[in-house]
Nanobody, 121 residues
Framework: QVHLVESGGGLVETGGSLRLSCAAS????????MGWYRQAPGEQRELVAS???????VYADSVKGRFTISRDNAKNAVFLQMNSLKPEDTSVYYC???????????????WGQGTQVTVSS
């Protein structure tokens, strides 16, 4: 069983910063990509940023230059530093990890419970 626990959401003013953290726990063989997604009410869940185990990153165009994703492989953790926040960044943010539970099995996606980020105008 793999568990992803997020922290760091909250309320911030436009232009402010927040840092999200997510740690994976449980029994597993390895973690491939990790990432952050967000979903606003009535909208589809969308990729914010992802990072491979070797550190290669991908960002949504809407957050490039403002958000930075990083990970600590030793701690099975991923982080999202969010700067210059805008009201349109308001959403529930979900941590995602592509995990190989045992080495002979295919990897599967796991999700955190979500953390609310609200940016006031």
């Amino acid at each position: 069983q793999v568990h992803l626990v997020e922290s760091g959401g909250g309320l911030v003013e436009t232009g402010g910063s927040l840092r999200l953290s997510c740690a994976a726990s449980g029994s597993f063989f390895s973690i491939n990509d990790m990432g952050w997604y967000r979903q606003a009410p009535g909208e589809q869940r969308e990729l914010v940023a992802s990072i491979t185990s070797s550190g290669r990153t991908v960002y949504a165009d809407s957050v490039k230059g403002r958000f930075t994703i990083s990970r600590d492989n030793a701690k099975n953790a991923v982080f999202l530093q969010m700067n210059s926040l805008k009201p349109e960044d308001t959403s529930v943010y979900y941590c995602n990890a592509n995990v190989k539970v045992i080495w002979v099995a295919a990897a599967a996606d796991y999700w955190g419970q979500g953390t609310q980020v609200t940016v006031s105008s």
